[in-house]
């Protein structure tokens, strides 16, 4: 029997070639991700046991070695400087949502102002991943063999550091635009703010708020749409008729059905305090108490009548 071919040594291809004009993380030193979202997907990534294989690709991704990086729905490719003259392909697939289940993730968060408001703000709440949660459609992958992994390089292990300065860089686009992780998950800004604004526009016109160019009184054509007072006052005219007086006092925007439920979760605690040190475990730590908890905090079945109390080892 032959015998098996040698697995290539690494160390010969020497050091990676230099790049001019490469993406480079913004992060010079010290931990990678600004904000909670990026945070808690590199938390999640380092809770797969990928930690030590992440922290191979942080120099590359410091260094600009990543020359391309695009976010689509499900996918996300990039190329990557090695040791070679050509760059490599990375490829990294994550599951999109069908239209349905953001149907369903949409009707949540236009039933909440407090939702709608950050996203129009470009900002996403803490509680948007319990939301997603909720609607059994989480917001970072649970495991990872949900993560597709695939480089173009001789390397066999996964990530390799080609995949993991794409993950670093991946990371920090999140912090500069938290609708890249959203349209990874199949849907963008555009459409879903436009969406949002439809849904509660929907609200608005059901209520009896007028809104838009129809409501301007003798052919006037008002803004649109008309925010806050003027949803109630774009329709009346200089003086108001007695009739219509009674208009004033309606809300300026349509009051949601039932109010805002946001619960902290059992992991409040973990989202207040620092990332723990590597000695400790490091952000994986964070990550595995944080499912924990969750576990913990989840209602028990009551025991059948007439059951025997549980046996509490002692």
Same mark, same amino acid.
């Given at each position: 029997?032959?015998?098996?071919?040698?697995?290539?040594?690494?160390?010969?291809?020497?050091?990676?070639?230099?790049?001019? $004009?490469? #993406?480079?993380?913004?992060?010079?030193?010290?931990?990678?991700? /600004?904000?909670?979202?990026?945070?808690? @997907?590199? *938390?999640?990534?380092?809770?797969?046991?990928?930690?030590?294989?992440?922290?191979?690709?942080?120099?590359?991704? /410091?260094? $600009?070695?990543?020359?391309? %990086?695009?976010?689509?729905?499900?996918?996300?490719?990039?190329?990557?400087?090695?040791? /070679?003259?050509?760059?490599?392909?990375? /490829?990294?697939?994550?599951?999109?949502?069908?239209?349905?289940?953001?149907?369903?993730?949409?009707?949540?968060?236009?039933?909440?102002?407090?939702?709608?408001?950050?996203?129009?703000?470009?900002?996403?709440?803490?509680?948007?991943? *319990?939301?997603? =949660?909720?609607?059994?459609?989480?917001? @970072?992958?649970?495991?990872?063999?949900?993560?597709?992994?695939?480089?173009?390089?001789?390397?066999?292990?996964?990530?390799?550091?080609? %995949?993991?300065?794409?993950?670093?860089?991946?990371?920090?686009? @999140?912090?500069?635009?938290? @609708?890249?992780?959203?349209?990874?998950?199949?849907?963008?800004?555009?459409?879903? #703010?436009?969406?949002?604004?439809?849904?509660? $526009?929907?609200?608005?016109?059901?209520?009896?708020?007028?809104?838009?160019?129809?409501?301007?009184?003798?052919?006037?054509?008002?803004?649109?749409?008309?925010?806050? =007072? $003027?949803?109630? %006052?774009?329709?009346?005219?200089?003086?108001?008729?007695?009739?219509?007086? *009674?208009?004033?006092?309606?809300?300026?925007?349509?009051?949601?059905?039932?109010?805002?439920?946001?619960?902290?979760?059992?992991?409040?605690?973990?989202?207040?305090?620092?990332?723990?040190?590597?000695? %400790?475990?490091?952000?994986?730590?964070?990550?595995?108490?944080?499912?924990?908890?969750?576990?913990?905090?989840?209602?028990?079945?009551?025991?059948?009548?007439?059951?025997?109390?549980?046996?509490?080892?002692?």
């Amino acid at each position: 029997m032959s015998p098996a071919p040698e697995r290539p040594r690494f160390a010969e291809f020497g050091p990676p070639r230099r790049v001019d $004009g490469g #993406l480079k993380a913004r992060s010079t030193r010290g931990a990678i991700g /600004r904000s909670w979202w990026s945070r808690r @997907f590199l *938390e999640v990534l380092e809770s797969f046991a990928l930690g030590t294989r992440l922290t191979r690709g942080r120099a590359y991704a /410091r260094k $600009g070695q990543v020359l391309r %990086l695009d976010v689509a729905p499900g996918l996300v490719t990039a190329d990557v400087q090695g040791s /070679r003259p050509a760059p490599y392909p990375v /490829r990294i697939r994550l599951a999109a949502y069908p239209p349905e289940v953001w149907d369903r993730i949409e009707a949540e968060l236009a039933g909440q102002a407090f939702f709608s408001a950050r996203l129009l703000a470009g900002d996403l709440p803490p509680e948007l991943e *319990e939301l997603f =949660a909720a609607a059994g459609a989480p917001l @970072f992958p649970v495991d990872v063999d949900q993560l597709d992994q695939h480089c173009g390089c001789p390397d066999f292990a996964v990530p390799c550091k080609h %995949l993991a300065a794409t993950f670093y860089l991946l990371a920090e686009a @999140f912090d500069a635009d938290p @609708f890249r992780l959203l349209h990874w998950r199949g849907r963008g800004r555009a459409e879903l #703010l436009d969406r949002l604004r439809t849904l509660r $526009g929907g609200d608005a016109t059901a209520s009896g708020a007028v809104v838009g160019p129809a409501a301007a009184p003798d052919g006037v054509a008002w803004p649109e749409p008309v925010a806050g =007072a $003027g949803r109630v %006052l774009a329709g009346l005219p200089a003086v108001p008729p007695a009739d219509e007086v *009674e208009r004033f006092w309606l809300p300026p925007v349509p009051l949601p059905d039932r109010p805002p439920t946001l619960a902290a979760g059992p992991e409040l605690l973990l989202r207040q305090l620092a990332p723990p040190g590597p000695e %400790l475990g490091g952000p994986g730590l964070v990550e595995r108490l944080r499912r924990a908890y969750r576990e913990f905090g989840r209602p028990r079945p009551a025991a059948e009548p007439g059951a025997p109390p549980a046996c509490d080892g002692s």
